[in-house]
């Protein structure tokens, strides 16, 4: 499976070069996973923890026939002082894991910690561009291969027989205790970091089979400590534990590094890592600001009892001005129609009847209009008369047209 593009004017000999790459990057994960050392970031040249640990191995005694890689010798016992001449060695390599004084214990001897150096080199090209991840990478790789306290993390599973040493044993399997806490922040701290030459996220490689997409704390962990990926001499199994536990009578403390994260700097000469490294570095919009706050009448929101309110007044405005309306400018009191036929009911009235058969005094001027009533009242102004009635002076006889 091809782990990574080449570029595009690179050709066969770019897609080989960074197949080599990625297979020298796997041989040194499985170098240094094979003698893990967990422990505990700590700055006293020892591995930390809550127990008196010691070596569960020291130094290599065979090469694996499958990988061609070193195993480690199974050791028991306490971890072997570091000449002092290769403390030069240490501090650039593994500087977390010098003592003081020079006062410094590791379960790795001198050729070992010459193999590290050499072997970091390429994964330092790979992650130094994320500072706090190749921090936490290094640190782990270091504590892993010479940390003084590996019974506190590490328990072998299986030992094979040494050739041509007899009487010595070689670890071919163990298991690896850790905490979630460290496996998900070491995990954090690399899982969006790209490869520089092909821009791709390096988990393509860490994470084998699973790549970007799937992988997980956990499956970055086996990956790296599988045999079935072919550079690994031992197999590596990891439990994750929260807290201490006892396996096979012996007590075991979860390694638990101090995890840097990538939007934090390893010191103060150094930055954090860039956002394209690393989304926490990347600068967030500010926050909205609050929304108003309504006022409120009890339990009731304001703007809705101002709408309440405001709803009734246009409601009396309105009814009020229908009213006063009626009155100011007054009709006849019925429809178009009704007004027509009393009209001319009443000019027909006029017509049939005599003028001296309705009373009044005609040569006043008062002559009634067959327009008009005759019941004294205005027409006019709310209340008036609107009746359709005549009155006969004579015999008070009182007339309905029926309109």
């Not at 990057?25 to 505990?40: K, Y």
């Not at 403390?253 to 930055?271: G, K, L, Q, R, V």
Request: hydrophobic share 35%; aromatic share 12%; with cysteine.
């Amino acid at each position: 499976m091809m782990l990574f593009r080449c570029d595009g004017g690179g050709g066969r000999n770019g897609f080989m070069e960074t197949f080599v790459y990625i297979r020298f990057f796997l041989v040194f994960l499985c170098l240094s996973l094979f003698s893990v050392a967990p422990v505990r970031c700590v700055d006293d040249g020892g591995d930390g923890g809550g127990g008196g640990g010691h070596c569960i191995w020291y130094s290599d005694c065979m090469v694996d026939p499958q990988s061609h890689q070193s195993i480690p010798c199974s050791y028991t016992g306490p971890a072997k002082k570091l000449s002092s001449e290769y403390i030069p060695l240490l501090r650039s390599t593994c500087p977390n894991l010098e003592g003081t004084n020079n006062d410094t214990y590791l379960c790795c001897d001198e050729s070992q910690l010459k193999g590290i150096q050499e072997g970091m080199m390429l994964p330092q090209s790979l992650l130094q561009r994320c500072p706090s991840c190749w921090r936490n990478f290094r640190d782990f790789l270091c504590y892993m291969s010479c940390g003084s306290k590996q019974s506190d993390y590490l328990v072998p599973k299986k030992l094979i027989p040494v050739p041509e040493h007899k009487g010595e044993e070689a670890i071919e399997e163990m298991d690896f205790y850790v905490t979630e806490l460290f496996a998900n922040g070491f995990y954090d701290s690399c899982k969006n970091v790209l490869f520089g030459s092909t821009n791709s996220p390096v988990m393509q490689i860490l994470c084998g089979p699973w790549g970007v997409d799937d992988c997980t704390p956990y499956r970055l962990l086996s990956f790296m400590g599988s045999k079935s990926n072919g550079y690994s001499p031992i197999q590596i199994n990891y439990f994750f534990e929260n807290h201490d536990i006892e396996v096979n009578s012996t007590s075991i403390h979860p390694f638990n590094m101090t995890i840097i994260p990538c939007n934090a700097s390893i010191d103060n000469a150094t930055s954090a890592c860039s956002c394209t490294d690393c989304p926490a570095s990347c600068p967030h919009a500010p926050p909205l600001p609050p929304l108003p706050v309504h006022f409120h009448f009890g339990s009731l929101d304001g703007m809705i009892v101002v709408a309440i309110i405001f709803f009734f007044l246009l409601s009396f405005g309105f009814l009020l001005g229908a009213y006063l309306g009626t009155c100011l400018n007054p009709t006849s009191g019925g429809s178009p129609a009704d007004e027509i036929k009393a009209a001319v009911g009443r000019r027909l009235a006029g017509v049939g009847l005599s003028r001296s058969s309705i009373g009044g005094d005609l040569s006043s001027g008062d002559e009634i209009s067959p327009l008009h009533t005759v019941d004294g009242g205005e027409n006019g102004g709310c209340g008036a008369s609107q009746g359709k009635t005549f009155w006969h002076n004579d015999n008070f006889t009182n007339i309905n047209w029926g309109f």
